[in-house]
């Protein structure tokens, strides 16, 4: 099973270029959500859907857009990326209930 | 948001030697969790713990869920090169996990 796979590895950005982290599950999970990390910082988290067609704003969602229009996928938007987004951002997903969040190998991206 | 404090930030151990860590808050939680983070992928969770006083070990790892429902710790016994990483604590909001508050992380190296 491939789990939750997010793409690409690796961005470099210039200030005010937009780009998309893809992120996809094949688990058939309801959830899933965006967490950037930072240095010294954890994880923070961006956005979250709890289902197709529904998303809902986290700790850190300025300057981010997702939409959900499949299960299976859960795309972040940058309008116009900041320096201050550069991170390493990761994508989760996770069932109903109790079960464990299931993270992404993240992407590391750089704004300069 | 509610904040996680996790400590030690991070820790030099020789290989063999027991490792503790724990995470504290000013509020009352119904779950602690413990992930762990290899370099350049993303968190996997190890313990999950659900009620006051519990205590789950998981190899060689033990976690313990305090009385008081305000704080956890992690112990790692005899650790081993592979224990390095960044340890997290995390509680969840609501009755499901996709929704997670981290803790800044403790950053584990162990000598050979």
């Known amino acids: 099973n491939a789990g939750v796979t997010q793409t690409p590895k690796f961005q470099v950005l210039k200030t005010g270029q937009s780009m998309t982290l893809q992120c996809a599950q094949d688990m058939n999970h309801e959830y899933m959500s965006w967490y950037r990390q930072d240095p010294g910082m954890g994880l923070r988290l961006i956005h979250y859907s709890v289902g197709a067609g529904i998303t809902d704003q986290g700790e850190v969602p300025n300057g981010y857009n997702v939409s959900r229009s499949t299960t299976e996928d859960f795309p972040l938007r940058l309008l116009s990326a900041a320096p201050s987004q550069t991170s390493v951002y990761f994508c989760?997903?996770?069932?109903?209930?109790?079960?464990?969040?299931?993270f992404g190998n993240g992407t590391r991206l750089t704004v300069t | 948001g509610q904040q996680l404090n996790q400590s030690p930030q991070s820790m030099f151990i020789q290989e063999g030697e027991d490792v503790s860590m724990n995470c504290t808050s000013s509020s009352i939680f119904n779950t602690w969790l413990w992930y762990k983070q290899d370099p350049g992928e993303g968190p996997v969770l190890l313990i999950a713990l659900y009620k006051a006083g519990e205590l789950t070990s998981n190899g060689r790892l033990t976690a313990q869920f305090g009385i008081t429902r305000k704080d956890s710790f992690l112990n790692i016994s005899a650790s081993i090169p592979s224990d390095v990483g960044i340890y997290f604590c995390a509680r969840n909001s609501g009755g499901s996990n996709y929704k997670l508050t981290f803790g800044k992380g403790t950053l584990l190296t162990v000598n050979p």
């Open positions: 989760a997903s996770s069932g109903q209930g109790f079960s464990p969040l299931h």
